[in-house]
């Protein structure tokens, strides 16, 4: 029989996780793994093979240093936000996550999501994807043209197959 894979949730938004508990219970091969208002609540309290992490929260903890606490757990890290801030996706990507996805995407987009990290993908909704095209910090990686044309189309809503 195929392991489920256990999926937790941080976010400090209580009808979140109780959504999130009502989905994630409904999808085959994924087990709930416990909603959570803190990351050291979840170490504490669970060893989820992927955690879907909200970038702020309440009680003031740091993006970075989360995800870096579930990576050094072993859990992927999916983070969720309706932020768009530059400075937030690259700096939760500098520290590990293994995508990034924004609140206002759909179950089947945040199940694809989750199968992609825990496969060791990145997973980047399209509309990130695009900020990401325009990141002009002089520290930025330097993409060649194809990419950066890639990442434009996806960013635009053209599927992979589309854009490949």
């Known amino acids: 029989m195929e ?3 256990r999926v937790a949730a941080v976010d400090d938004h209580p009808l979140i996780l109780q959504g999130f508990r ?22 504490a309290q669970s060893q989820p ?6 970038v702020h929260l309440n009680d003031k903890s740091r993006p ?11 859990a992927a890290v999916l983070m969720v936000s309706a932020d768009e801030d530059i400075t937030t996706v690259i700096g939760a990507i500098e520290a590990g996550a293994d995508g ?7 179950l ?17 909704s399209p509309e990130l994807a695009f900020i990401l095209s325009r990141d002009a910090r002089a520290e930025r990686p330097h993409l060649t043209d194809r990419e950066r044309q890639v990442l ?3 960013g635009s809503g053209l599927p992979w197959e589309r854009v490949a």
Request: aromatic share 10%; charged share 20%; proline share 4%.
């Open 49 to 54: 093979d992927a955690v879907v992490l909200d």
């Open 3 to 5: 392991r489920l894979v």
């Open 152 to 154: 434009e189309y996806f």
């Open 100 to 106: 990034y996805m924004r609140k206002s995407a759909d």
């Open 64 to 74: 970075a240093d989360n995800v870096r606490a579930l990576k050094h757990a072993g």
């Open 22 to 43: 009502g989905f994630i219970t409904s999808v085959p091969g994924f087990a709930y793994a416990g909603g959570y208002r803190t990351v050291a609540e979840c170490l």
């Open 108 to 124: 089947p987009a945040l199940t694809d999501a989750i199968h992609e990290a825990i496969a060791g993908g990145q997973p980047i």
